[in-house]
């Protein structure tokens, strides 16, 4: 069975540090690209890191340049988002996605249950 | 970055009804779009990508189409378990981007 469980969000004061996880089983990891994905309260998807399936390249969306970082562990079949000087518009549900394709510009076919990320001040 | 503008964002209809939902882009992205369906509380869920593939499992009333700046996600007669909010995406060219989303509600 294809799935994605994500883990590690929680309440966080701002400023503060998290690593969000996200387990896969039911297909090859190392093979396709993975992304994260947020979702603030109330609003809209928004797209937030990728990682290609060699872990040879990685982008961020603009508003997390400099305080995310997206990871993978081959041997352990998980993503990784390590999340840094959090705020509050960072708040949110953070999904991790499978992409269709190698290198991260197919689309999304598989997704996690999310992990809420409260940012408190 | 690339900008998706969906329209209408909120929909009101009738089971049976055929619906069309349009995405803009701010610049061409040649059929690099795909199209999702939310429901409250759950992920999303990929319909189409492509501009007009459907989904493994997806059933055949969806399907997109457009190339180029100019998208449609049609559903050709809505059914109770469509009542939902629909986002395109672009995968161009980093940063991706999504629309802000069309919710179709039950009229």
């Known amino acids: 069975q294809l799935q994605v469980v994500e883990s590690g969000g929680g309440v966080v004061q701002a400023g503060r540090s998290l690593r969000l996880s996200c387990a896969v089983s039911g297909f090859s990891f190392k093979n396709f690209a993975m992304h994260w994905v947020r979702q603030a309260p109330g609003k809209g998807l928004e797209w937030v890191a990728v990682?290609?399936?060699?872990?040879?390249?990685?982008y961020n969306a603009d508003s997390v340049q400099g305080r995310f970082t997206i990871s993978r562990d081959t041997s352990k079949n998980t993503l990784y988002l390590q999340v840094n000087s959090l705020r509050g518009e960072d708040t949110a549900v953070y999904y991790c996605a499978k992409d269709i394709a190698a290198l991260g510009t197919g689309a999304f076919d598989i997704w996690g249950q999310g992990t809420m990320v409260t940012v408190s001040s | 970055d690339i900008q998706l503008t969906q329209s209408p964002s909120f929909l009101s209809a009738s089971v049976g009804d055929r619906v069309t939902i349009t995405c803009r882009a701010s610049q061409g992205i040649s059929t690099y779009l795909a199209w999702y369906q939310q429901k409250p509380g759950k992920a999303p869920k990929l319909l189409i990508y492509a501009a007009s593939t459907l989904q493994s499992g997806v059933p055949s009333r969806f399907s997109g189409s457009g190339s180029g700046t100019d998208f449609t996600l049609t559903i050709s007669s809505l059914q109770p378990e469509d009542f939902a909010t629909y986002y395109c995406?672009?995968?161009?060219?980093?940063?991706?981007?999504f629309g802000g989303g069309t919710k179709v509600e039950i009229k």
């Open positions: 995406q672009q995968l161009n060219s980093y940063p991706l981007t």
């Open positions: 990682i290609s399936y060699d872990g040879s390249n990685q």
